[in-house]
């Protein structure tokens, strides 16, 4: 597609239930990020995958938190027994060179625990 | 790791006049640092960048400095419009980091 593609794009859920949040990268992008964007904040880095290596997972908050990534495609983040203080926009962002360079941010799911 | 500072919070400027951004980093291994718009329910959107091997950049009305011996850097926006009106988050990462860490974020508002 043109760009990143991110479902849902808005997502309530109850607490205490698993949310599945959905991200497509831009074709050939071989690095996938996951950030968490609070009201009015800055945002915080969840995860990194590169290609075919092991993620970088050193921002996940909780192992209520987890990510995978099939190849270079698809990306989804699961969380796990939800808690209000998860509600906040997930953004995911594809860059096509390893490092931090010229990302591309979705359009985000905003999450809703209540 | 690396922190990043972003002041002000808030900026509010009359069009026409300038704006700065102030940004600090912790991390002295850092050579990379970007700037993203991200006006309201949009997704962030990269304005500029700069990587340490110069001190600035300019594009049009948008510039970026940047003092690596002091680790901040700033961005300058002249003869503002209504349409730059955003949050700004300027951001850091080193050669060898695979991400980005934010600063917090700048709300500007131009008035016409």
């Known amino acids: 597609g043109a760009g990143v593609s991110q479902s849902p794009s808005n997502k309530v859920t109850e607490k205490g239930k698993d949310v599945e949040l959905r991200c497509d990268p831009i074709?050939?992008?071989?690095?996938l990020y996951w950030y968490r964007q609070r009201l009015g904040q800055g945002l915080e880095f969840l995860i990194y995958?590169?290609?075919?290596?092991?993620?970088?997972k050193s921002g996940l908050p909780s192992d209520r938190f987890s990510a995978e990534r099939t190849g270079e495609s698809v990306s989804t983040l699961t969380i796990q027994r939800t808690q209000q203080e998860d509600s906040a926009v997930y953004l995911c962002?594809?860059?096509?060179?390893?490092?931090?360079?010229?990302?591309?941010f979705g359009s985000g799911t905003r999450l809703t625990v209540v | 790791g690396e922190n990043v500072e972003q002041h002000p919070s808030t900026l509010s400027v009359q069009e026409g006049d300038s704006a700065v951004i102030k940004c600090t980093y912790s991390?002295?291994?850092?050579?990379?640092f970007p700037w993203y718009k991200q006006e309201l329910g949009k997704r962030p959107q990269l304005i500029i960048d700069?990587?340490?091997?110069?001190g600035e950049k300019k594009d049009q009305r948008i510039a970026v400095t940047l003092n690596k011996t002091a680790k901040h850097f700033s961005l300058h926006i002249t003869e503002t419009q209504p349409e730059d009106s955003a949050v700004y988050f300027c951001a850091a990462s080193s050669y060898a980091g695979n991400m980005l860490t934010f600063g917090g974020g700048t709300r500007l508002m131009v008035k016409p």
């Open positions: 995958f590169q290609g075919n290596s092991a993620p970088d």
């Open positions: 074709s050939g992008h071989t690095a």
């Open positions: 991390d002295s291994a850092s050579n990379y």
């Open positions: 962002a594809s860059s096509p060179e390893r490092g931090p360079y010229g990302y591309t």
């Open positions: 700069i990587r340490s091997n110069v």
